[in-house]
Structures are given as C-alpha cells and as structure tokens.
C-alpha cells in the first residue's frame, strides 16, 4: 500500500464540551484564538496536506449549525461528513469510522491539537502502511513514580514511559474491528485508541513528536497557545543551546 494508491481519511474530534474551560462559554474548539476558532488551526493542517484526502468532523449537536457554517465560510472543501460524536471518546470515534468508511487509513486527531506539524502526520501514515497502528509519542523527561495518597511507592524508570500525542494512525478496517470488539465485549470506555488496540493484542509503533505537538485542554493552555502562535517557527525542534 503506499500514499498514492490508497484513501486516507482524517477524523477530528470536536465533540467535547470543554468543561475545564471554566472562562469560556463555549466548548474549547470555539473558543477565538487571535480572532480565529480554534477548530480553524487543526483544519488548516488537514486541509493542506496532499496525501490525505478528506475530513471526518465529529462534534457535539448542540454546535452543529455552527461547525459547518465554519466549514462552509472557510473553504473547508476536504470536510466531507459532519457527524455527531457520543457520550464518551470511544463512541465519538466510532461514530467517525462509520462515517469514513470505506478507506485505507484513518487519521485521528483531536480538534485542538493545533500544533502537529504537518511532517509528523505524514511521517505517522507512511509508518501505519507497514504496521497499520502507529502514534505519535513524546518521551517521558519528568523523574516519575508510582504513588498511593501522599506516600511514594516506587520509583518508575522513566526511559520506558511516553506520552501518546496526535495523530493516531490506523489501517481502517483494523480500527473499525476493534471498535466492534469492544462494542461486543462492552469493554470500558477506552480513552485513547492505543490502549483499545493493546487490550487486543495489536502491537502500535511510534513516531517521536515536537514537545509543542499538545492539546489545548486548560485555561492556562490557551495563553501558552497563544504564545506559541506568535512564532513563526513554531513546528521547529527547540535550540539545543539551552534557551528557553
């Protein structure tokens, strides 16, 4: 399989309500950023990037009007299906598969994870059609240990932990099977994809990430969002010469 000869289908998540944006009343992804949606930045990096070849959104339906008014007015030509997603991320996910079927692969990507260079994504696909679940990871830097109330229990080695970050990349009808498992089996919610394929004993790659490659989760993300926007360069490995 290789990028020119198969579909590839982008899935943004949007469905959140945003309940730890205590300052806005909007869900996160509408939240303005520099006067734009925030939803607007991650359809940008969809909306270039040659190989993929349409847009999945999934959203809450108490926002619908408004997500495709912002498809519509921006050019959003790749945004082919607006659907909504379901009570936990699990549910919105395979709301979007249903929708984005059938294709080769499946790009996941959470609607606020603005700064995913357009690199990693590509990177992450051409991975997934040799191993068909790839993400992209940060290392752990942190000193990490395993707690139970205010006591230490033990201390973890911190260079066997990574944190998962966007895209997830997925053959599609290896996702879509799993998710039907779950269903099936009515396994727990699973917050993120890897672990849904890891609890099936579906081995995922990784792909290292830029430290920038986050979701805008908080309040204070949204002022270090801000922040990052004013750099040009922003897709940019950070200095190794101890800047900060």
């Known amino acids: 399989m290789n990028a020119q000869r198969s579909k590839i289908t982008a899935l943004i ?42 847009i999945v959104l999934v959203i809450h339906d108490k926002y619908n009007e408004i997500f495709d008014k912002i498809a519509k007015d921006n050019g ?19 709301n979007g598969l249903r929708a ?34 790839v993400t992209a990871f940060l290392p752990e830097e942190y000193t990490s240990f395993m707690f139970t109330g205010d006591k230490v229990d033990e ?11 966007d895209p997830q990349v997925f053959s599609y009808p290896l996702l879509l099977s799993l998710h039907e498992k779950a269903r099936k089996d009515r396994k727990k919610p699973f917050t993120n994809d890897v672990f849904m ?8 790659y990784l792909v290292e990430s830029h430290p920038y490659n986050f979701k805008i989760t908080t309040d204070i993300d949204i002022r270090l969002a801000k922040t990052i926007l004013e750099q040009k360069d ?11």
Not at 155 to 162: E, Y
């Open 155 to 165: 201390l973890v080695d911190r260079t066997r932990l990574g944190h998962v970050r």
């Open 76 to 94: 959003y030509t790749k945004v082919k299906k607006i659907v909504i997603g379901g009570e936990y991320r699990q549910d919105s996910i395979y």
């Open 100 to 133: 984005a079927g059938p294709c080769d692969l499946v790009v996941i990507q959470n609607g606020v994870a603005i700064f995913t260079a357009p690199e990693l994504i590509e990177s992450c696909i051409q991975k997934a059609y040799a191993y068909k679940a």
């Open 234 to 244: 922003f897709h940019a490995p950070p200095s190794s010469k101890g800047d900060v």
């Open 13 to 54: 998540l949007a469905a959140g309500e945003g309940r730890r944006f205590s300052a806005y009343p909007l869900p996160k992804h509408l939240v303005e950023l520099h006067g734009r949606p925030i939803i607007t930045y991650c359809l940008d990096i969809y909306q270039k990037i040659k190989i993929v070849d349409s």
């Open 197 to 204: 394929a890891k609890e099936y004993g579906q081995d995922v």
